[in-house]
């Protein structure tokens, strides 16, 4: 399908609100039923219906159809941030007494999903480098059910090799799951590589601005009707028509700001490789990094993360490089308009568990400001270091 058909048009039937460009919010909690019958029918198939807005909401399905079909899937459920989505994508196949081997190092909170909260259940855990497929294989148990993976991963943006992966847990009739955040529909197409389950952070590129929070899940009729009927229901994550609103005024520019970002970081990172004070740059679309062909294989463009090692061994030098940055915002999450700085150092204090990462490591994410005016305040920051 045409993205452009699908970012402009999907789900939009303009004739049903006054032939209005943009959809009207439809900000209620409820939705009336003319007769017993028509109520009946909302009661038996409430996952086709509109009953109720923890259930479905017609600004919330625009939303849903678009980003399924931006994904290729069949069908898709909004959540009211990306750990609504991943925790219900995980529980959906999961019960007492099962195992998930999972991609190590993912997004924080799905770590503690996989660490802390799975366990509580009688859900038993196994992490791995994913780096190679096999360590996915030699982690099976009689009773694994589910792999999980984020390709790419938070912080060091290592890649899974999806196919290599999938065609092992089909062999295992293995339910596979993808955290597609990082590489958006646009860059990567899971289910088209036989994923059965993409979940998104929309907070993060999908809208775009850093002013909304929400998330997605992708996959069969089947399997999304099925987490509808108990996860979602249940545990009720669930996305404002508001914040669908935001995400979808977000989603129209989406593949311009993917454009636009990859560029600049490509920019930035040809500036950060060659200069002196860094020792090396954490990013799978360049040439020398180890999974440079996979990345070009798998990913249709680079996106706006990498993460970089500063060259000392002091926190002091660290925290004047970060601190004397200006347009670079120090802050969580990214995927807005501004480019951010998630230092590792922030992680490192007194009485809390040392972190896996080194304390010279930056994240950065690359938001829609030219590069030549990022460039330069970094070069202002490498120059206070070595007067510092
Ligand atoms: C931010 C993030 C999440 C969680 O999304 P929220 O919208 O913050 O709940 C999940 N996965 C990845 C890769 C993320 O970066």
């Given at each position: 399908m045409d993205i452009s058909y699908i970012i402009n048009a999907l789900g939009e039937d303009?004739?049903?609100?006054?032939?209005?460009?943009?959809?009207?919010?439809?900000?209620?909690?409820?939705?009336?039923?003319?007769?017993?019958?028509?109520?009946?029918?909302?009661?038996?198939?409430?996952?086709?219906?509109?009953?109720?807005t923890r259930g479905n909401n017609p600004t919330v399905t625009i939303l849903e159809k678009k980003i399924a079909?931006?994904?290729?899937a069949e069908h898709a459920i909004a959540f009211g941030s990306g750990m609504g989505a991943v925790s219900a994508a995980v529980?959906?196949?999961?019960?007492?007494?099962?195992?998930v081997v999972s991609v190590r190092k993912p997004y924080t909170w799905t770590n503690a999903l996989m660490r802390r909260f799975l366990p509580r259940f009688g859900v038993e855990v196994t992490m791995v480098d994913g780096t190679n497929p096999e360590h996915f294989r030699q982690a099976l148990k009689p009773n694994t059910k589910v792999i999980y993976l984020e390709s790419p991963n938070s912080f060091t943006f290592d890649l899974q090799d999806i196919p290599a992966i999938v065609s092992m847990a089909k062999a295992h009739n293995l339910v596979t799951i993808i955290d597609n955040s990082f590489a958006t529909p646009i860059n990567q197409k899971p289910l088209e590589l036989g994923v059965d389950l993409v979940v998104h952070s929309a907070t993060k590129?999908?809208?775009?601005?850093?002013?909304?929070?929400g998330g997605i899940v992708c996959g069969s009729r089947e399997m999304i009707n099925k987490i509808f009927g108990s996860e979602f229901m249940v545990l009720g994550a669930v996305l404002s028509p508001h914040d669908a609103w935001l995400l979808l005024r977000g989603?129209?520019?989406?593949?311009?700001?993917?454009?636009?970002?990859?560029?600049?970081?490509?920019?930035?990172?040809?500036?950060?490789?060659q200069h002196p004070k860094v020792e090396r740059v954490h990013f799978p679309f360049l040439p020398s990094h180890p999974q440079y062909e996979l990345a070009k294989k798998q990913l249709r463009n680079n996106t706006g993360q990498f993460s970089i090692l500063l060259k000392t061994q002091e926190m002091e030098q660290v925290e004047l490089f970060c601190n004397t940055l200006e347009h670079f915002l120090m802050a969580a999450s990214w995927g807005g308009h501004e480019s951010l700085i998630y230092p590792?150092?922030?992680?490192?204090?007194?009485?809390?568990?040392?972190p896996k990462l080194p304390f010279n490591l930056v994240r950065f994410?690359?938001?829609?400001?030219?590069?030549?005016?990022?460039?330069?305040?970094?070069?202002?920051a490498f120059d206070k270091m070595a007067t510092g």
């Open positions: 303009r004739a049903l609100y006054f032939n209005a460009v943009s959809p009207p919010i439809l900000q209620t909690s409820n939705f009336a039923s003319d007769t017993v019958a028509d109520m009946r029918q909302k009661l038996t198939q409430e996952a086709e219906a509109t009953l109720y079909a931006l994904e290729g529980l959906s196949q999961v019960q007492a007494g099962d195992h590129y999908i809208g775009g601005h850093s002013d909304v929070m989603l129209r520019t989406l593949p311009l700001r993917m454009e636009r970002v990859a560029e600049t970081t490509r920019q930035v990172v040809a500036y950060l490789e590792i150092a922030a992680a490192y204090s007194p009485g809390r568990l040392k994410y690359i938001g829609l400001e030219d590069a030549a005016y990022l460039i330069k305040d970094l070069e202002n």
